[in-house]
């Protein structure tokens, strides 16, 4: 079900940690980290009878709620628990205001259009806005809104809710990965000038 994709899309909030053991969720037998953890947990969840895929449900989820669902088989829990719980309180009650409730009317209204569905998502959720502002410009990326027209594309092998005529045009997610690939590589291949980094942005790069 898209509702259940939906459930993590808004979830997908990076945070930096020096720990060297990381947030670990168990599932059938297998350890999982980063994002796989977050969709781990779910499907534990859900197998549980947690109805995840439900907005009225993660509409009120509480924070105790939300911290048993994502408990980590490490000491080192999840990271931006309440950040995370709040997007999941936003997204439910944008849902049930505008498409009611019901993750596949968000869908359908975009016509297999996965353009459309990203914008429609940064449009109606401020935590799927991905922006910030630098020299006076409005800098977008969409990070997050683009994740859940791909993953619906991913999962459901390009038919039904995954069908998009133009799912070619979404952009490489701006990911921490993305950029120290471009960095790393600028410096290999100096003639590149895919892009350009602050001097003293590489120095920081370096001392971490």
Not at 83 to 99: F, I, K, M, P, T
């Amino acid at each position: 079900m898209p509702s259940t994709l939906f459930f993590l899309s808004p979830l997908c909030l990076y945070s930096r940690s020096d720990e060297p053991t990381l947030f670990t969720v168990r599932y059938r037998n297998k350890f999982w980290t980063g994002y796989r953890a977050l969709e781990a947990a779910a499907s534990r969840a859900i197998e549980a009878g947690t109805p995840l895929h439900r907005p009225s449900y993660f509409g009120h989820m509480s924070l105790a709620q939300l911290e048993e669902v994502f408990r980590s088989e490490t000491h080192v829990p999840i990271p931006l628990l309440e950040q995370r719980l709040h997007c999941l309180h936003e997204v439910a009650s944008v849902l049930q205001e505008h498409c009611g409730g019901k993750v596949s009317r968000l869908v359908e209204i975009c016509d297999k259009d996965a353009v459309r569905l990203a914008h429609q998502l940064a449009a109606s959720f401020p935590c799927f806005r991905d922006q910030a502002t630098y020299d006076g410009q409005t800098v977008v990326f969409l990070k997050r809104a683009q994740i859940f027209p791909a993953d619906l594309w991913n999962r459901f092998g390009g038919t039904r809710y995954g069908e998009f005529r133009n799912i070619g045009d979404l952009t490489m997610f701006a990911d921490y990965r993305y950029n120290t690939l471009l960095f790393f590589h600028k410096l290999n291949k100096r003639h590149l000038s895919l892009t350009c980094f602050d001097s003293e942005l590489i120095y920081l790069i370096y001392s971490q």
